[in-house]
């Protein structure tokens, strides 16, 4: 389900819906907790965050639509 939901905010020509269509997502994060118990993965996971994180505060800083 949450592939096909990527798929179709990913193809709708509209980034102005992503928001209302990421809320279907709400498992991910319980997804990522589980996850996450396994070393390899975490680490994986807190770098993948951490470099989403720079670089949405990179965008918010020079005033591009982060969003």
Do not use: E
């Not at 209302?20 to 997502?25: E, K, M, S, V, W």
């Not at 996450?36 to 800083?61: D, M, W």
């Amino acid at each position: 389900l949450m592939l096909a939901v990527l798929f179709t905010a990913a193809y709708s020509g509209s980034p102005q819906s992503l928001n209302r269509i990421a809320l279907i997502l709400f498992p991910l994060p319980i997804a990522f907790a589980i996850a996450g118990r396994y070393r390899p993965l975490a680490f994986a996971l807190f770098t993948l965050s951490g470099l989403l994180g720079v670089y949405h505060t990179f965008l918010f800083v020079n005033g591009f639509w982060a969003g």
